[in-house]
Every structure is written in structure tokens, then in C-alpha cells.
């Protein structure tokens, strides 16, 4: 079955402290891992994509498809890093089209 | 460059009565999805639309939702008759390429669903 869980509701952390958001995923064909965030009163936007392997706003994420992890992980916690995240993986259907699935999401919370 | 556009951004509505949610998605967007958000949730795909085909409509129950995306650009989601477990956010998105290359999904505000 496919699927992505996101075992965290909420993440509490203080200002400077590091952040890890956890996700794993399940999935027999070859995984295209992402995630998205949604800061309050705004859309859900793309954060970043495992194929890119970049850094997108101090936030890194590895895929490990040995332990089908894709945790999302920045080193010092900024208070505009609070927002909901989440995971998300793409499956390929049989008209070679994609879809995401989403795992429930995990609440940032960085205090000051 | 304008955003996917959502409407109306909320709606209240008694149960077994009927709602329309309407999506405009990005100019040259082939493809649209319907996502529907319960409180506490992800999103969970409803209906994938490549230009104006269905491609993955799976998830949709189709006993009370309908979707259609006339003419390849801005489609309408339809729930008749509501129930109450039917309160959420629907969330419509789209993307340049068919199907999730890239990943990038460009989602609008939602709509609100609340059901009495």
C-alpha cells in the first residue's frame, strides 16, 4: 500500500534549537519524495523536493530508502519557520501520470 | 503571475443539501486536482483531471460528488447531498506538466465546508 505517515502532530522547539520533522513513506516503485508547507493564512507551497537535493531556507532533506525515511532537517530553528508541514509522495499510475499523497502533517511551533 | 482561484472561499450548508465549489487554475496548467482536508488531516486526492479528462478519480464517492473540468481549464466540484462528514477544506491545485513531474503543485486558498 501506499503511504506516508508523518508520526508528530506537534513539534515544540526554542528559537536556535535544531528541527527535525519526521516522515516515512511506503511504496513499491521507485519514491519521488517532497515536501510542502503551509504557513498561517497562506496556501500550501512547495518547500522542497528530494530529487533536487537542495537547501531551500537553511531546511535539508536526505531519502533513505533503506530505512524509507525522507526527514526534513534544519540545523537552527528560526520563529518563521512555524507553519504545518508536509510530506508527500508521488505515485505513478498507469497513464504515466503522478499524484501526491500526503501524509497528516506536523505543526512547527518555535518559541521565542 | 495569478494563482490558482478558489470560490467561494466559505460555505455552510444543512445536510442532504447540495454545494458547487468552483477552480481556476494557472493559465497553461494541464493538469487539476480536487484535494479534500478534513481538520487534523493531509490532503487526500479526490479527482485528477490531465486537460479535460479524468485520470484518477479512485477516491471520489461518486454516489454524491461529481467533478468536471469543461473545455481544459477551470472545473467545478459538486457534493449532493451533503453529510456531515463531508465538513472540510477543498483544496484545488494544478500543475504545468501531466502528472507530478517535478512535484510542484500549485494549490489554491480552499474552500471551507462546514455541513450542519
Known amino acids: 500500500a501506499q503511504r506516508v505517515t508523518q508520526p508528530e502532530k506537534l513539534l515544540s522547539v526554542f528559537k536556535g534549537a535544531p528541527v527535525e520533522l519526521k516522515c516515512n513513506y511506503s511504496?513499491?516503485?521507485?519514491?519521488?519524495l517532497f515536501w510542502y508547507v503551509q504557513y498561517s493564512r497562506q496556501r500550501l507551497q512547495l518547500l522542497l523536493r528530494?530529487?533536487s537535493r537542495e537547501s531551500i531556507k537553511g531546511f535539508t532533506a536526505d531519502l533513505n530508502k533503506g530505512e524509507t525515511s525522507f526527514h526534513l532537517k534544519k540545523p537552527f530553528a528560526q520563529e518563521e519557520d512555524s507553519a504545518m508541514y508536509y510530506c508527500?509522495?508521488?505515485?505513478?499510475?498507469?497513464?504515466?501520470?503522478?499524484?501526491?499523497?500526503f501524509g497528516q502533517g506536523t505543526t512547527l511551533q518555535v518559541k521565542p | 503571475e495569478a494563482g490558482v482561484a478558489q470560490s467561494p472561499r466559505y460555505k455552510i450548508i444543512e445536510k442532504r443539501q447540495s454545494v458547487a465549489f468552483w477552480c481556476n487554475p494557472i493559465?497553461?496548467?494541464?493538469?487539476l486536482y480536487w484535494y479534500q482536508q478534513i481538520l487534523g488531516q493531509g490532503p487526500k486526492l479526490l479527482i485528477q483531471?490531465?486537460?479535460?479528462?479524468?485520470?484518477?478519480d479512485s477516491q471520489l464517492p461518486k454516489d454524491r460528488f461529481s467533478a468536471e473540468r469543461l473545455k481544459g481549464v477551470d472545473s467545478t466540484l459538486k457534493i449532493q447531498p451533503a453529510k456531515l462528514e463531508d465538513s472540510a477544506v477543498y483544496l484545488c491545485?494544478?500543475?504545468?506538466?501531466?502528472?507530478?513531474?517535478?512535484?510542484?503543485?500549485?494549490f489554491g486558498e480552499g474552500s471551507r465546508l462546514t455541513v450542519l
Open positions: 528530494h530529487i
Open positions: 508527500a509522495l508521488s505515485v505513478h499510475g498507469s497513464s504515466n501520470t503522478g499524484k501526491l499523497i
Open positions: 493559465s497553461g496548467h494541464a493538469t
Open positions: 511504496y513499491s516503485g521507485s519514491p519521488e
Open positions: 483531471f490531465q486537460n479535460n479528462g479524468v485520470v484518477d
Open positions: 491545485a494544478s500543475s504545468l506538466a501531466s502528472g507530478v513531474q517535478g512535484g510542484e503543485l500549485f
